[in-house]
């Protein structure tokens, strides 16, 4: 971890949340990830952006290192509600968003409801639209998947999700696959993990379809084309369905594109907006 990069953590609603903090007196990045991943898929982009940037990559609430209660909703709209007492609790005035998978879903609705506090959006390889959830999500929702995959799921089930999410799979390594199971080294990281799974409604991006075509927020859109996962179609989609912006398609990228091709992903976001 770089020596620069501090991990605190913040009271929300009860709940630890906590985030890794690379600070700076330039302009704020606040890094959302998505439901298979936690705040370490960050780890490559952090280093990478200018000296000066504040960075700030949390943990979801039920992921990662954070508080995982089981009686509270996971869904995307409840997540971005609590990034908004996030960033009201640091003091966090105007900053730009980036969101990955569902991180790119909750960071939609953020946009829509507040805006004003951005000074941009990036999507990669984000959820939207009614495109989602994708299997093996949509299983996590039925019972009896869920109680199997909390007999089974165990660590060369996950390598093979990470493996079909990366381009490069030399970077499948047990270092990397360390990390991803983090979390789920516990029965209570697995159960909210199939929480997470089971909270996800795509009604809750169909729902914000007419504001993010009033939506004034610079916005990039950045799709690893090999992604399995997520159809390209939504890429197109938010692009046409978004004023103000811009589509990158990144050839060598797959799902977890930070992993895959970081100094191009952190470019990509300085030159369009960090100027």
Not at 36 to 44: A, D, E, G
Not at 73 to 88: E, G, I, P, Q, T
Not at 237 to 256: C, D, Q, V, W, Y
Request: charged share 25%; proline share 4%; aromatic share 8%.
């Amino acid at each position: 971890m770089d020596p620069l990069i501090e991990t605190n953590s913040v009271e929300i609603d009860g709940y630890n949340i906590v985030y890794d903090h690379r600070r700076g007196d330039g302009p704020t990045i606040v890094l959302i990830h998505g439901i298979t991943t936690y705040r370490f898929i960050w780890q490559n982009l952090l280093p990478l952006f200018a000296e000066n940037c504040n960075v700030l990559a949390l943990d979801l609430l039920g992921c990662g290192d954070s508080d995982k209660p089981l009686t509270v909703s996971y869904s995307l709209k409840a997540h971005a509600s609590r990034l908004k007492k996030f960033v009201d609790i640091l003091t966090i005035k105007k900053f730009h968003l980036v969101g990955h998978d569902v991180g790119g879903g909750i960071s939609q609705i953020f946009a829509v409801n507040h805006g004003k506090l951005l000074e941009s959006l990036t999507l990669l390889n984000s959820v939207a639209y009614d495109f989602w959830p994708v299997q093996p999500i949509i299983a996590m929702r039925t019972p009896i998947i869920r109680q199997m995959a909390m007999a089974t799921l165990d660590l060369g089930m996950l390598k093979v999700i990470v493996n079909r999410g990366l381009f490069d799979h030399t970077k499948v390594t047990d270092e990397l696959m360390e990390k991803f199971w983090h979390p789920m080294k516990t029965k209570g990281g697995r159960k909210a993990f199939l929480h997470f799974a089971r909270c996800l409604d795509n009604n809750d991006l169909m729902g914000i379809e007419s504001q993010l075509k009033e939506l004034q927020v610079p916005t990039l859109i950045i799709r690893g084309m090999a992604d399995p996962y997520l159809s390209e179609k939504i890429a197109h989609r938010l692009k046409a369905g978004i004023p103000n912006s811009t589509l990158e398609m990144l050839e060598k990228g797959s799902h977890f594109i930070q992993e895959d091709l970081p100094a191009e992903v952190v470019k990509l976001i300085s030159e369009r907006f960090l100027k």
